[in-house]
């Protein structure tokens, strides 16, 4: 699978071309329906779903300004009494739907988290991001919805207004909204509850961090677009550990790789029987995976190019340069005084493991904060192999240990 080159449909497959912090997108040529009731003023989708029953969907829409209001969906277990705690979905990067819908029929990343809050009595809020017109995702065609002015800026201001209409809610205790974000959501989750006065949103009640950013996006887009393959080559090219390739140990390696993986590396490494010599700059008969081979596959990649690097857009670069200007979560984190929760794939070729721990390290003096590094699972929280990473929706353990903590803090 390979990275989109439009910003409104990256997704977390990688290629020599460039990746970005994504959840996994894709754009839906569906119409926009659904099928609802119209009753007491509400909009509610009928509860046919799996996992939904027992569950009242309310489809509402909310106001982000600048010409834009989004659909979302707003549930809450239909025995409820006042006013419940709510979780918060946000997003990772690209054009989101509500459900954060996964490419190639592979599920959603949102809904069965969402039906796992329900369980325990939480309500819950899911959005489309701006630009998303319905699940699929499908998007508008208005380029100024789709690719805005500072575009992770307006992520994080849309994102408060989505928590502002939640705490005038009803259904809602405003003192007890909880955020949940994913790849780019947990940097979006970081900074406002960081500093909520300056977004004019409450206090959140606690922050759950799924594929965490915790590292300066220059550093995870290194990682994403050149890092991974020499990482790719010390662990299945280079068996004895030493940082070198011999030929053997260089065709071995491309045994049962898929053909583009085989033909990339192959064009690195191998000339016939033999290490190509010009990677083998010093004509030792091997190849240094970080000296020499990776020396060609920065020059490759045009990495040091970053954040100009070919194949992508200019959507694409702008967003990487505004999401720059602000904290990680590893710099906004120690600013929230509330329970943390961090989440993250072994395999996560996104948003490394290390990341994550770097974050949790950074609220280790605060009383409450927990972290689960998940052997086997990767960007969007399913077990998958680390190099050939598929989309899924999240594990079984990864929902049960959502839903334990929410009910630990309701």
């Known amino acids: 699978m390979t990275t989109k080159k439009k910003f409104r449909s990256m997704t977390i497959g990688l290629t020599v071309s460039g990746a970005i912090l994504a959840s996994g997108v894709g754009v839906a ?23 939904w029953a027992g569950v009242v969907r309310e489809q509402v829409q909310i106001d982000f300004g600048k010409g834009w209001v989004t659909k979302a969906e707003l549930t809450y277990p ?9 979780v918060i979905f946000l997003h990772g990067s690209g054009h989101n739907d509500m459900n954060q819908t996964l490419p190639d ?22 959005f489309n991001k701006r630009g998303v017109t319905g699940i699929g995702p499908v998007e508008s065609t208005d380029p100024a919805q789709l690719m805005p002015k500072n575009p992770y800026h307006q992520i994080q201001q849309d994102a408060a207004s989505v928590v502002r209409f939640a705490a005038k809610s009803p259904r809602v205790d405003p003192s007890k909204i909880f955020l ?67 030929a053997v140990e260089a065709t071995d390696g491309l ?17 016939g029987k033999k290490v190509l010599a010009g990677t083998d700059k010093n004509h030792d008969g091997q190849i240094a995976i970080d000296a020499e081979a990776g020396a060609v596959l ?4 045009h990495i040091d190019d970053y954040p100009n690097l070919p194949g992508l857009d200019q959507g694409t670069i702008n967003y ?16 929230f005084s509330g329970p943390t929760l961090l989440l993250n794939g072994e395999n996560d070729l996104q948003t490394p493991a290390r990341a994550a721990i770097v974050a949790d390290a950074a609220v280790s003096g605060h009383k409450d904060h927990k972290i689960v590094i998940y052997p086997g699972m990767a960007h969007t929280m399913n077990v998958t ?11 079984k353990q990864v929902i049960t240990e959502v839903q334990g903590w929410l009910k630990s803090h309701r």
């Not at 659904?34 to 509610?44: H, R, V």
């Not at 994913?182 to 409450?202: K, Q």
């Not at 920065?298 to 990649?301: C, D, F, I, Q, Y």
């Open 105 to 126: 029929g592979k599920g959603t990343t949102f809904v069965p988290l969402a039906q796992a809050a329900s369980r325990e009595g939480f309500a819950t809020l899911r």
């Open 320 to 335: 990487m340069k505004d999401i720059a200007r602000f904290p990680t979560v590893s710099q906004s984190l120690p600013k």
């Open 385 to 395: 192999p680390k190099f050939r990473p598929e989309f899924g929706e999240p594990d």
């Open 180 to 246: 949940l974000g994913h790849s780019e959501g947990t940097n979006v989750a970081a900074n406002l509850a960081a500093d909520p006065n300056r977004f004019g949103i409450p206090k959140p009640a606690g922050v759950v961090e799924m594929g965490v950013v915790g590292l300066p996006v220059e550093q995870l887009l290194t990682f994403q677009i050149y890092g991974r393959l020499l990482a790719q080559m010390h662990d299945e090219f280079d068996v004895n550990g030493d940082g070198q390739l011999t």
């Open 298 to 301: 920065r020059k490759a990649t």
């Open 78 to 86: 239909s025995s409820a009494k006042g006013r419940l705690p709510l």
């Open 255 to 271: 045994v049962g790789q898929p053909k583009e993986v085989a033909d990339q590396f192959g064009s690195v490494l191998l000339d």
């Open 29 to 51: 040529n569906a119409d926009d329906t659904e099928s609802a009731l119209i009753g007491g003023g509400q909009t509610l989708v009928a509860a046919t779903e799996p996992g």
